[in-house]
C-alpha cells in the first residue's frame, strides 16, 4: 500500500521561510503529479501547487513568487519551499499523489505563521 510521508512544518514569524517535504513509499513510473494542498480552520481544502513527472508545475494565485514547488531526482518526492510567509498560510498541508487510477494523500503536516 503506497504511503505519503510529510515533514518539515512547524512555527514560523511572518516573513519566514519553511521547507515541506513528501516521499511515497514506493516509486511510481507511470504518469502523475504530486502536489500540495492546505486547509485552514473552517475553509476548505485548496490547492497550494502541482508539479508532473515532467516537472510542469501549477501555482495558486495565493502563494506564486513566494512559494516553490520541486520532485526529487527519483520522482517519488515532493517539496515546497515556502518563503516570504504570512499569517494566512496558517493551515494543514497535506502531500497529494494522483495517478490515472488513484489518488493518495498525507496525514498532513501543520504550518503556523504568527509571531
Known amino acids: 500500500q503506497l504511503q505519503l510521508v510529510e515533514s518539515g512544518g512547524g512555527l514560523v514569524q511572518p516573513g519566514g521561510s519553511l521547507r515541506l517535504s513528501c516521499a511515497a513509499s514506493?516509486?511510481?513510473?507511470?504518469?502523475?503529479?504530486m502536489g500540495w494542498y492546505r486547509q485552514a480552520p473552517g475553509k476548505q481544502r485548496e490547492l497550494v501547487a502541482t508539479?508532473?513527472?515532467?516537472?510542469?508545475?501549477r501555482y495558486a494565485d495565493s502563494v506564486k513568487g513566494r512559494f516553490t514547488i520541486s520532485r526529487g531526482n527519483a520522482k517519488n518526492t515532493v517539496y515546497l519551499q515556502m518563503n516570504s510567509l504570512k499569517p494566512e498560510d496558517t493551515a494543514v498541508y497535506y502531500c497529494?499523489?494522483?495517478?490515472?487510477?488513484?489518488?493518495?494523500w498525507g496525514q498532513g503536516t501543520q504550518v503556523t505563521v504568527s509571531s
Open positions: 514506493v516509486s511510481i513510473f507511470s504518469s502523475n503529479t
Open positions: 497529494n499523489l494522483e495517478t490515472v487510477v488513484n489518488s493518495y
Open positions: 508539479i508532473t513527472r515532467t516537472s510542469s508545475t
